[in-house]
């Protein structure tokens, strides 16, 4: 049975930072693709990274915070991380893991494309 358990959010000050932790298992990161969404109050669930290793790693960001976040991944644990630096208002949201049975391209960003989804974790940007 696949499944993801995200944690690691909280309550933050502008420009602070925060590492969400996704915890991987029933399948196996080389395999599968790991998105990372959110969705604020009112606003649709968007995407905001993708990481995969099928055939070569392939790594891609949301424009709004590719100069601040950092997917990453231990293959060991079987965990996935998302470190975002410099955190705005507007990066409030609830925070969500997702895999997919492919590997992130183009349409990374797309919800339909992902398979299985955590429960999320809410992160607050307190200005």
């Known amino acids: 049975e696949v499944q993801l358990v995200e944690s690691g959010g909280g309550l933050v000050q502008v420009g602070g930072s925060l590492r969400l932790s996704c915890a991987a298992s029933?399948?196996?990161?080389?395999?599968?693709?790991i998105g990372w969404f959110r969705q604020a109050p009112g606003l649709e669930r968007e995407g905001v990274s993708c990481?995969?290793?099928?055939?070569?790693?392939?790594?891609y960001y949301r424009d709004s915070v590719e100069d601040r976040f950092t997917i990453s991944v231990d293959h060991a644990k079987n965990m996935h991380y998302l470190l975002m630096n410099k955190l705005k208002p507007e990066d409030t949201a609830v925070y969500y893991c997702?895999?997919?049975?492919?590997?992130?391209?183009?349409?990374?960003?797309?919800?339909?494309?992902?398979?299985?989804w955590g429960q999320g974790t809410q992160v607050t940007v307190s200005s």
């Open positions: 990481m995969s290793f099928r055939n070569r790693i392939r790594t």
């Open positions: 997702a895999a997919a049975d492919t590997e992130c391209t183009t349409d990374w960003g797309s919800r339909v494309r992902y398979d299985y």
């Open positions: 029933g399948f196996s990161f080389d395999d599968y693709a």
